[in-house]
């Protein structure tokens, strides 16, 4: 839900009531905000603005059968979004005005065209053309005329993020790794059409804000997952004094009329908290802090950044969640957690789950296999297309890894994973039918065909670089061979399998077809499927009911016993 409190601290105001929001924006005048609300998880965003004192609200685009995503707002008061209305595969850009909600195509686009930023005072957006899922082709579309001009269309795809356009409109800081391993911060010259790199460094950076009158830049770089602040005074080009903050993962905001930054804080002890900097004169203040519900953030384990050779000889990583266990206590069982994407990866901010498995004595690994982001670009593609098969070997040398540290019991693993790490926990079962003493499998691919074919027009929009043509006979062979569908008969591995019946990127049929596959071999599975979830588990009640399951079902496999109840 959308919330407010003043930014110098006070009592927080509840603005958005119902299911949920999936995406807004605060309006240049301050007078309210734009967002973005589908149904139950489906993914198809109607349009709404809403008052600052959340009084009054109207829709600006109806939910349809579309799927929409909000670009940016102009200061003259018209939003640019990308829509797949006109046929529903591809998203085209259409511009609104929030006043009266008229709304005109722009530029008709193919598979996926994503408005970034607007040019302050102009008509000029930066548009992203979806190029894997890790990279983008970069655009700049003159909303008055349609015109699209190619900036950059590289020979290895890169990233192009983190779009903040200087005061007048001249130019744009950005960060990206052309030509590099790593995301590092830039700056594109309009009139010279020119990159230049400002910092260069092995890390990528995750955020830029510039201040609104351009004073101020501060970007956030990532260093094994933790979030490092850097904020420079451009006219003094000095680097200032960063206040103390909580170890974990930030994003930043300046204010639009303020030299005032915006922190927010997700870490092991700080879930979601939101700081406020006045960079001019110092004044430093946390008008959002984290409400723990009666639990103890001293308790929380921070994770340890873990790094180990595959057995190929590539350096593979994770962070690895310790229970704080008695003297003398037996060696915890491991999970072996799988993010999504594959272009994803694990960092250090509030995981609850983990964090639950590891008060109940359960050690994690939470694995950054071959494909994950964040270890620079050549390693993010290692698992490309043909190369997919190679991931499935990280998931053991990572077993074998903690198992040779002496920090877990050696034989007691289970896999979990949801989305991309739901199909790894599901083919690593079928691959490794004595590893893993349990698997827990969410919104995961079980046939990579039917999955490639019937993907929503933003996934559709990616997967021809980072798959294949489901089309080419070659390409359709080799997804088949891969389906853990096809390997179902080898799963002998205790499994909990869930999926939201309105999952719009991997439909729920996945999950269906692979528990009945499992179950006529004999083999246990737990089936939670949910009625009003999509690709992730929203609401409380169902968050609630699925993590308690998971945990006993890993601690039956684990012959764990049931700590105490909790009051």
């Known amino acids: 839900q959308l919330w407010s409190v003043p930014a110098a601290g006070g009592w927080p105001t509840q603005l958005t009531f119902g299911s949920g929001i999936d995406s807004a924006l605060a309006l240049p005048d301050g007078e309210g905000v734009l967002y973005g609300a589908d149904t139950g998880g489906d993914e198809r965003q109607g349009f709404y603005v809403l008052s600052a004192d959340g009084r009054r609200e109207r829709v600006l685009i109806a939910k349809s059968e579309a799927f929409r995503q909000i670009g940016d707002v102009s200061r003259d008061g018209?939003?640019?979004?990308?829509?797949?209305?006109?046929?529903?595969?591809?998203?085209d850009i259409h511009v609104a005005d929030l006043k009266t909600g008229a709304s005109k195509l722009v530029y008709q686009g193919s598979f996926g065209f994503?408005?970034?930023?607007?040019?302050?005072?102009?008509?000029?957006?930066?548009?992203?053309?979806?190029?894997?899922?890790?990279?983008?082709?970069?655009?700049?579309?003159?909303?008055?005329?349609?015109?699209?001009?190619?900036?950059?269309?590289?020979?290895?795809?890169?990233?192009?993020?983190?779009?903040?356009?200087?005061?007048?409109?001249?130019?744009?800081?950005?960060?990206?790794?052309?030509?590099?391993?790593?995301?590092?911060l830039a700056f594109y010259d309009l009139k010279t059409r020119k990159i230049r790199f400002?910092?260069?460094?092995?890390?990528?950076?995750?955020?830029?804000?510039?201040?609104?009158?351009?004073?101020?830049?501060?970007?956030?770089?990532?260093?094994?997952?933790?979030?490092?602040?850097?904020?420079?005074?451009?006219?003094?080009?000095?680097?200032?004094?960063?206040?103390?903050?909580?170890?974990?993962?930030?994003?930043?905001?300046?204010?639009?009329?303020?030299p005032v930054l915006g922190i927010r804080v997700v870490g092991a002890q700080s879930n979601g908290e939101v700081f406020t900097w006045n960079v001019a004169d110092g004044t430093f203040s946390r008008p959002v802090a984290t409400n723990w519900a009666g639990l103890d953030p001293a308790s929380m384990v921070t994770p340890e950044a873990v790094t180990f050779k595959a057995r190929d000889g590539i350096t593979l990583h994770g962070l690895f969640y310790a229970p704080k266990l008695p003297p003398g206590a037996p060696k915890p069982p491991l999970v072996l957690n799988l993010h999504g994407g594959p272009s994803a990866h694990a960092v250090p901010g509030y995981t609850p789950h983990l964090q639950y498995f590891a008060a109940r004595g359960i050690a994690v690994l939470d694995l950054n296999y071959r494909g994950s982001t964040g270890f620079g670009k050549?390693?993010?593609?290692?698992?490309?297309?043909?190369?997919?098969?190679?991931?499935?070997?990280?998931?053991?040398?990572?077993?074998?890894?903690?198992?040779?540290?002496?920090?877990?019991?050696?034989?007691?693993?289970?896999?979990?994973?949801?989305?991309?790490?739901?199909?790894?926990?599901?083919?690593?079962?079928?691959?490794?039918?004595?590893?893993?003493?349990?698997?827990?499998?969410?919104?995961?691919?079980?046939?990579?065909?039917?999955?490639?074919?019937?993907?929503?027009?933003?996934?559709?929009?990616?997967?021809?670089?980072?798959?294949?043509?489901?089309?080419?006979?070659?390409?359709?062979a080799f997804f088949a061979s891969i389906s853990p569908i096809n390997n179902a008969g080898k799963i002998r591995t205790p499994l909990l399998v869930e999926h939201g019946a309105n999952d719009p990127r991997d439909p729920v049929t996945e999950s269906d077809r692979l528990v009945e596959a499992v179950r006529r071999n004999g083999t246990e599975v737990v089936y939670l499927r949910f009625p009003d979830e999509g690709h992730s588990v929203t609401n409380l009640a169902n968050r609630v009911h699925m993590w308690r399951a998971v945990a006993a079902f890993l601690e039956q496999k684990f012959g764990m016993s049931p700590p105490s109840p909790a009051r």
Request: charged share 25%.
């Open 114 to 184: 994503f408005p970034r930023a607007w040019q302050p005072g102009g008509n000029l957006v930066v548009v992203s053309e979806v190029r894997g899922e890790d990279a983008a082709d970069l655009h700049m579309l003159d909303v008055s005329t349609g015109k699209l001009e190619l900036l950059f269309r590289p020979k290895v795809a890169a990233a192009f993020d983190s779009f903040e356009w200087l005061p007048d409109g001249s130019g744009f800081f950005l960060s990206s790794n052309l030509d590099r391993e790593f995301q590092n």
């Open 198 to 258: 400002l910092e260069t460094e092995p890390h990528d950076v995750t955020g830029v804000s510039l201040s609104g009158d351009g004073r101020y830049l501060a970007w956030v770089t990532e260093v094994e997952g933790y979030s490092r602040l850097t904020v420079l005074d451009r006219t003094t080009n000095r680097k200032l004094a960063a206040p103390a903050l909580p170890a974990g993962v930030y994003g930043v905001r300046f204010a639009e009329t303020a």
């Open 378 to 476: 050549t390693f993010a593609r290692l698992n490309d297309k043909r190369l997919r098969v190679n991931e499935l070997g990280d998931l053991a040398d990572a077993v074998a890894y903690m198992r040779r540290t002496g920090r877990v019991d050696p034989a007691r693993a289970a896999v979990m994973g949801g989305s991309y790490g739901g199909y790894l926990t599901n083919a690593a079962v079928g691959a490794y039918p004595d590893l893993f003493v349990a698997g827990a499998s969410f919104v995961g691919v079980s046939d990579w065909v039917k999955a490639l074919e019937g993907a929503g027009p933003e996934l559709k929009a990616s997967d021809r670089q980072e798959y294949g043509d489901i089309d080419n006979p070659a390409d359709r």
């Open 78 to 91: 018209r939003v640019v979004y990308a829509s797949t209305e006109r046929n529903g595969r591809d998203f």
